[in-house]
């Protein structure tokens, strides 16, 4: 046997010659002389059949269903299609757990609350499915990226699946992704699923439509107590919870949230039949958070009782459905360059004035007409 010896970079003074490295040399090929095998590239991981997806996800295997939402993800065209037959098969496995938003600004506590919750829930037995819609994802590459570390107990949890939010497309396109990730996880048998958005935008309106229960978690504190909050997202909520009502925030956060209720009873409910309530609770503590999913069962149990909530799945079905062929409509005008540089000399004329909306809709209308769906 051949070996190289090396002196260390540090050695003790008077360090002497038994502080050096024999290093053995390499050999070629593999042990004993056999001829190397292989093409040297690392393998590739094994390609999953629809069969594979299929029993995989329904059998709760995590790394398939894991697998399954990136090719629901791909933006590869080869993928779309199986990615909907894979959605095709699942369906009828989907449907059986509730499902919960939660919204707020950044830094309101949304990630801690699920961590909370998230830990309480699987202690109880709970398969819990942690998603994400987040608009900004497509240009910041994924703000929910370092929510693993601040989910630290749950992402260890064997119970629980986090998910980050898929992280290019428009919000039309992450929606989608979404909302088919959120069956994915119901086939793989979670029974409940926190979706997380930022309070920012389009997105919780978004969330809305995927989910039975919408939460919106509020802070106090910041002078003017209803900071930030927009009276449209206070008309989504099922729920007003001021979170950090700990320490010496708790009185003040308790003033919040008798404020809250006051303006609560000026507004529409989200849901029929169900009083929108404000809540105080702390995510670092974990106090509140065990009611707040008592009310959660509560809201559940009422809805099903009267038929809401069936009535808002198949609302939100064909709402989803119709948003697709809004999608579709829009991709092919943006997709067909002739239709694309005919749109653009219309908004011009329209933001200059010389043409009527109307005018100028019917004129994209037929030119839709003539070339897309003249077949
Ligand atoms: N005192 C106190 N601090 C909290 C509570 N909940 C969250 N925090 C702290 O608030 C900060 C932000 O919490 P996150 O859970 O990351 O907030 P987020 O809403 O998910 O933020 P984004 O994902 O950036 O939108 C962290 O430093 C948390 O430790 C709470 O109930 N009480
Ligand atoms: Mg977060």
């Not at 449209?232 to 950090?244: M, R, S, Y």
């Not at 700990?246 to 849901?271: C, S, W």
């Amino acid at each position: 046997m051949t070996y190289d010896t090396y002196r260390p970079d540090w050695v003790p003074q008077e360090g002497g010659s038994q502080f050096s490295c024999r290093v053995m040399t390499g050999v070629d090929g593999v042990k004993d002389g056999a001829a190397p095998t292989g093409t040297g590239k690392t393998p590739s991981r094994k390609k999953l059949t629809l069969d594979d997806y299929e029993r995989g996800i329904l059998a709760g295997d995590r790394m398939i269903l894991s697998r399954g939402i990136t090719l629901i993800e791909s933006n590869a065209s080869r993928h779309f299609d199986p990615a909907q037959e894979l959605v095709q098969r699942i369906l009828p496995n989907t449907g059986n757990a509730v499902r919960v938003g939660i919204t707020g600004i950044p830094g309101v506590g949304k990630s801690t609350f699920i961590e909370t919750l998230g830990c309480s829930l699987c202690e109880r037995g709970h398969k819990v499915a942690v998603l994400a819609v987040d608009p900004s994802s497509s240009v910041s590459g994924g703000s929910i990226l370092g929510d693993k570390t601040r989910m630290e107990k749950l992402t260890r949890e064997t119970r629980a699946f986090i998910r980050p939010s898929p992280s290019s497309g428009t919000l039309g396109g992450v929606t989608r992704k979404s909302r088919e990730t959120l069956l994915l996880c119901e086939a793989a048998g979670y029974d409940v699923i926190l979706v997380e958005t930022v309070g920012v935008g389009q997105s919780e309106t978004t969330v809305r439509s995927m989910v039975d229960f919408f939460m919106v978690l509020v802070l106090t504190g910041a002078g003017d107590d209803l900071q930030g909050i927009k009276k449209g997202i206070i008309e989504l909520a099922d729920a007003i919870v001021v979170n950090k009502a700990d320490g010496d925030n708790l009185r003040k956060a308790l003033v919040t949230r008798a404020d809250y209720e006051q303006i609560l009873h000026y507004l529409r409910p989200a849901t029929e039949g169900w009083t929108t309530g404000a809540y105080a609770c702390s995510a670092l503590t974990g106090d509140g958070i065990d009611d707040l999913w008592k009310l959660v069962t509560k809201f559940e149990k009422a809805m099903k009782e009267s038929g809401f909530f069936q009535e808002r799945r198949a609302r939100q079905a064909l709402q989803w459905m119709d948003t697709m062929v809004e999608e579709y409509i829009h991709h092919k005008i943006s997709q067909d360059p002739s239709i694309a540089k005919k749109r653009d000399s219309i908004r011009e004329m329209v933001i200059r004035g010389d043409s009527p909306p109307t005018v100028a809709a019917k004129a994209i209308i037929d030119a839709l007409e003539t070339t897309i769906f003249r077949r």
